[in-house]
């Protein structure tokens, strides 16, 4: 099982970018995800989930109108669209996947997202 993120980097304030997580070894298309970031110091927090079929999107409140989740179940892969990215918005991002029913929970090894001008 494996779930690997990419797209982080350093971008300026303002600025956009886009994080993908690919996934293998598990049937994607049966799992919800989620988005989590880690600032430091801080407690990894979600930033937005999807279920499995991609009909339903839930996003934290300080999130909202400013990123979008996605999945490609052809693909087996989720993203992550951030816009109007702010300093705060730097931290660890991780891709989850979720199968409540099945007791199982997979978790990618994290890309780094950096605001800062």
């Known amino acids: 099982v494996q779930l690997v993120e990419s797209g982080g980097g350093l971008v300026q304030p303002g600025g956009s970018l886009r994080l993908s997580c690919a996934a293998s070894?598990?049937?994607?298309?049966?799992?919800?995800l989620r988005w989590y970031r880690q600032a430091p110091g801080k407690e990894r927090e979600l930033v937005a989930a999807?279920?499995?079929?991609?009909?339903?999107?839930y996003y934290v409140d300080s999130m909202k109108g400013r990123f979008t989740i996605s999945r490609d179940n052809t693909r087996n892969t989720v993203y992550l669209q951030m816009n109007s990215l702010k300093p705060e918005d730097t931290a660890v991002y991780y891709c989850?996947?979720?199968?409540?029913?099945?007791?199982?929970?997979?978790w990618g090894q994290g890309t780094q997202v950096t605001v800062s001008s």
């Open positions: 989850n996947a979720v199968q409540t029913a099945w007791g199982r929970e997979y």
């Open positions: 070894g598990f049937t994607f298309s049966s799992y919800k």
């Open positions: 999807i279920t499995s079929a991609g009909g339903v999107t």
